[in-house]
């Protein structure tokens, strides 16, 4: 082949690659950053809580006449734990937390308390940006009652009840359905409704849910 015709037969070739180019659709290379975010969502979740209701463990007589129940669902308590983000599914969330449940009296010479170490698991998912519905177990374990000398003591089994939550942003109404048993397996009602505040935090950025 003359070196003319050789010229010409590259020319040819390399015209069509450039038009079978322009016409073939383009084919995007994943982005390592996109991909890195459809892994799951680890944050740090923190929370605290005001509970109601329940049946009443004991009640305190004061010197002015006036009395104060202690009921097994009460309580105020504080929580940490852990919101997971689950794979490619945006609206769908596990939270875990440990935390301390307390009441007590406003008896002065008195440290007449009810404790509790709630551990919750819930799946969570948002109906919208602002609205959240949860639901899933509670347990509650190293339940005491002190009566610190003035009503006698209790302790409680561990106790597994079911806990639902429905929150606007960082705040939400909680409820939870338990059943208290003493060392007598007396059973006690310890249902409560609660007000809730929480917020999952991700370095520097913070994420009420």
Do not use: W
């Not at 383009?26 to 459809?38: A, C, D, G, L, Y």
Request: net charge positive; hydrophobic share 40%; glycine share 12%.
């Amino acid at each position: 082949m003359k070196l003319k015709h050789y010229t010409a037969f590259l020319f040819l070739i390399t015209c069509t690659n450039q038009l079978i180019a322009q016409d073939s659709p383009q084919q995007s290379i994943p982005n390592i950053t996109e991909i890195t975010n459809k892994e799951p969502k680890l944050r740090f979740l923190l929370g605290a809580a005001i509970e109601f209701g329940g049946d009443e463990i004991a009640k305190v007589f004061f010197t002015n006449g006036e009395d104060q129940s202690v009921n097994a669902g009460q309580g105020g308590s504080v929580f940490v734990g852990g919101q997971l983000q689950l794979t490619q599914i945006e609206l769908l969330f596990l939270r875990s937390s440990i935390g301390i449940k307390y009441v007590t009296t406003q008896a002065n010479n008195a440290n007449i308390r009810l404790t509790r170490f709630p551990f919750n698991n819930t799946l969570n998912v948002h109906i919208n940006k602002n609205l959240r519905l949860g639901a899933g177990a509670s347990i509650q374990t190293g339940i005491k009652f002190n009566g610190d000398g003035f009503v006698p003591n209790i302790n409680f089994g561990t106790a597994v009840g079911p806990v639902f939550e429905f929150a606007y942003k960082g705040i939400g109404l909680s409820y939870t359905m338990m059943t208290y048993k003493d060392e007598n397996n007396f059973s006690y009602n310890a249902n409560g409704l609660g007000l809730t505040i929480s917020g999952a935090l991700s370095g520097k950025k913070k994420n009420k849910s």
